[in-house]
C-alpha cells in the first residue's frame, strides 16, 4: 500500500502536459545533483543527474535544470503519462574529499489526471 | 527490478524484540547503504560499506542498530529492543565505485512496524 507521499506537496498535471517539479537545495559545496522517483512500494529509481559544471542535461522526455545561483534545481517531464504518477525527489552530493553519502531532499507526489 | 532484493518486505514486531532484515546488491557492486525512509520523507543516510567494511555511520544508527557485511556480498540490519518510533521503511541501496557520479539501485525496501 502507500507508505510514502500522504504528507508531501502534490502536483496535479492533465495527461499529455508538462511537468515541472523544483527542489531547493542548501549545501553550496555540492556539486553532483540527482533525480528520483518512488512509485508506490517501492525503492527510489534514478532519473537523470547533472554535475554542477552543467546548468542543463537532457534524457528521454525529461529535463534537469540547474541554477547553482539561488541552489534550485528542477525537474521537466515532457508529455506526462499516467505512468508518470510517482513521488520525485531530488538528492544532492559533496564533493569534499573522501566519502561523500547522496543527500536526499523532500520529495513531491505528482498526479497524473487521465 | 533493480536487482537489489530485500527480505522481508514487511515486518511486523512488538516493542522490545530484535528484528533482522537481509539485503543482496547487485553482485559486481562493491558498495551497498542502507537507508531509512519515514512516511512523506526522503530517505535518511543510516550506513555504508565498501566490500566488508563499514566506513560510515549516521548519527542515526543508535547503539541498537547493527549492520554487517560478512563477506562483501549480502547485508544484514539489526535493531534490538525495538521501539515505536523504529518503524519505517529500510531502503538499502548498492552501486559500484565510479567516483562522484554514483549511481544507487534500490531495493523495493522492507516496511517494519513496531506495535
Known amino acids: 500500500g502507500e507508505s510514502v507521499g500522504l504528507h508531501l506537496p502534490t502536483l496535479s498535471v492533465q495527461e499529455g502536459d508538462n511537468s515541472i517539479i523544483n527542489c531547493a537545495y542548501s549545501?553550496?559545496?555540492?556539486?553532483?545533483f540527482i533525480w528520483y522517483k518512488q512509485e508506490s512500494g517501492k525503492g527510489p529509481q534514478f532519473i537523470i543527474d547533472?554535475?554542477?559544471?552543467?546548468d542543463k542535461r537532457q534524457g528521454q522526455r525529461v529535463t534537469v535544470l540547474l541554477n547553482k545561483t539561488v541552489k534550485h534545481l528542477s525537474l521537466q517531464i515532457a508529455a506526462t503519462q499516467p505512468g508518470d504518477s510517482a513521488v520525485y525527489f531530488c538528492a544532492e552530493k559533496e564533493n569534499s574529499g573522501g566519502y561523500q553519502k547522496v543527500t536526499f531532499g523532500t520529495g513531491t507526489k505528482l498526479q497524473v489526471i487521465p | 527490478d533493480t536487482g537489489v532484493s530485500q527480505d522481508p518486505r514487511h515486518k511486523i514486531t512488538k516493542r522490545g524484540q530484535n528484528v533482522t532484515f537481509r539485503c543482496d546488491p547487485i553482485?559486481?557492486?562493491?558498495?551497498l547503504y542502507w537507508y531509512r525512509q519515514t512516511l512523506g520523507q526522503g530517505p535518511e543516510f543510516l550506513t555504508y560499506?565498501?566490500?566488508?567494511?563499514?566506513?560510515?555511520k549516521s548519527r542515526l544508527l543508535s547503539d541498537r542498530f547493527s549492520a554487517e557485511r560478512p563477506k562483501g556480498s549480502f547485508s544484514t540490519l539489526e535493531i534490538q529492543r525495538t521501539e515505536q518510533g523504529d518503524s519505517a521503511m529500510y531502503l538499502c541501496?548498492?552501486?559500484?565505485?565510479?567516483?562522484?557520479?554514483?549511481?544507487?539501485?534500490f531495493g523495493s525496501g522492507t516496511q517494519l512496524s513496531v506495535l
Open positions: 547533472i554535475r554542477s559544471n552543467m
Open positions: 553482485s559486481e557492486h562493491n558498495r
Open positions: 560499506f565498501q566490500n566488508e567494511a563499514q566506513l560510515e
Open positions: 541501496a548498492s552501486s559500484q565505485e565510479t567516483g562522484q557520479e554514483e549511481k544507487l539501485f
Open positions: 549545501n553550496s559545496a555540492s556539486d553532483y
